[in-house]
């Protein structure tokens, strides 16, 4: 029975090592197509609202930025649940940064851009100033990220 225990106990403790070092197994080239494929992902839901957006479907429009933000969310523990590789944090922190200013834009501009163009109101001004801050962060961040993502295989990519 002693012996049992043991025997699990062991194979328990080895689990537990070999599921911890899990980034140490991949290659860097997996590791970040991993991860650009999750900040790749928020393509679809651009997609999904300029479609709405361009048909004046501003009640669909808002059901797609309730569901992207719910995405992104999902993104951010996915992001956070892969970890760095090999204590390198850049670009884990990049696609995170990412991911949180997509969040920032899904929750901030495009309900003030929907309510603009949904009210009928003329507001130049406001709208011109949303679709700014929503070209300017999405530029800013895939420049980021892009970055990132070259230092990342410069640095680990033999």
Not at 1 to 10: D, F, R, T, V
Not at 61 to 86: C, L, N, P
Not at 116 to 127: A, C, H, M, V, Y
Request: glycine share 6%; proline share 2%.
């Amino acid at each position: 029975m002693k012996n049992l225990i043991a025997s699990g106990l062991s194979l328990i403790a080895m689990l537990l090592i070999v599921g911890c070092g899990s980034n140490e197994k991949r290659t860097p080239q997996e590791y970040n197509n991993e991860l650009m494929t999750i900040i790749n992902g928020n393509e679809q839901e651009i997609s999904k609202m300029n479609a709405a957006m361009t048909a004046s479907n501003y009640d669909q429009a808002t059901i797609v930025q309730k569901e992207w933000s719910a995405a992104v969310d999902r993104d951010i523990k996915k992001v956070d649940s892969i970890g760095a590789y090999k204590d390198d944090k850049q670009l884990q922190e990049a696609v995170w940064d990412g991911l949180k200013g997509y969040k920032k834009i899904v929750n901030e501009d495009y309900p003030k851009l929907i309510e603009i163009r949904k009210s009928n109101l003329t507001d130049p001004t406001g709208e011109q100033q949303a679709l700014e801050n929503i070209n300017a962060a999405f530029e800013n961040m895939a420049n980021k990220v892009n970055v990132a993502s070259d230092a990342f295989e410069a640095k680990h990519v033999k």
